[in-house]
């Protein structure tokens, strides 16, 4: 059920940090979380291994989708101009962690039940990590549209996995139960929100915490595992 960074820091002689990532990549502040953790964890050179989980922030939206401005003002009862606000505050800091967000009036919002099967068969070729950086990017940056099984199937096959067996895997949903299992632990666990990173199985972060406050949490984590 979860996957390894591909690319984690090696340095120490203890066992690597466990992070556990519960998000989903219709979630900005996912992605923003990830890359604060990612320059924190860089910066504190710490040896880690990464495992992403799957959240779905609208798990009963249509499969048409529906208009991202929209959906914030009513599910969240957010303003035009706080919306607007929201927006430019998250550009603002994707820029500053290498991150094109591209908010367009005509951005929509959509369940992401199959694109959490796509990753849980990414898994297997051992591409969860870069499936899913690629789904943020397709979503945020390009406006692709996720709830199309053929658009998933092109963005797997732009890193590199097989086409074909990406479009099956989303046909025939061979997938769907193991991921309700995951996500139906993740609640039990008391997940409500996204994203919540999990450090050594023990210890809960949520949201996105910023670099400094991720580079703080790093050290007390190190101080706590050399005790």
């Known amino acids: 059920m979860t996957e390894q960074d591909p690319t984690p820091t090696q340095s120490s002689d203890a066992s690597p940090l466990r992070i556990d990532v519960v998000s989903d990549v219709m979630c900005p502040w996912c992605i923003i979380g990830y890359r604060q953790l990612a320059s924190a964890l860089e910066a504190t050179s710490t040896d880690y291994e990464l495992h992403w989980h799957p959240f779905e922030l609208n798990p009963d939206m249509p499969a048409e989708g529906q208009n991202l401005r929209e959906h914030i003002i009513e599910k969240y009862g957010a303003t035009p101009e706080q919306s607007e606000q929201n927006r430019a505050q998250m550009t603002k800091l994707g820029e500053d962690l290498d991150f094109d967000f591209r908010f367009d009036p005509e951005m929509r919002m959509h369940n992401t039940f199959n694109t959490h099967q796509l990753l849980h068969w990414a898994e297997t070729q051992e591409r969860k990590h870069d499936l899913k950086q690629a789904l943020f990017s397709a979503h945020f940056t390009h406006h692709r549209d996720l709830s199309d099984d053929t658009v998933l199937a092109d963005i797997a096959a732009g890193i590199g996995l097989d086409r074909n067996e990406a479009l099956a895997?989303?046909?025939?949903?061979?997938?769907?139960?193991?991921?309700?299992?995951?996500?139906?632990?993740?609640?039990?666990?008391?997940?409500?929100?996204?994203?919540?990173?999990?450090?050594?199985?023990?210890?809960?972060?949520?949201?996105?915490?910023?670099?400094?406050?991720?580079?703080?949490?790093?050290?007390?984590?190190?101080e706590m595992r050399q005790a």
């Open 169 to 222: 895997v989303l046909q025939d949903q061979r997938f769907a139960a193991p991921v309700r299992e995951v996500q139906s632990f993740w609640r039990s666990q008391g997940i409500q929100g996204v994203p919540a990173v999990i450090f050594d199985q023990k210890h809960l972060v949520s949201g996105a915490q910023g670099v400094e406050n991720f580079t703080n949490i790093l050290g007390q984590l190190a």
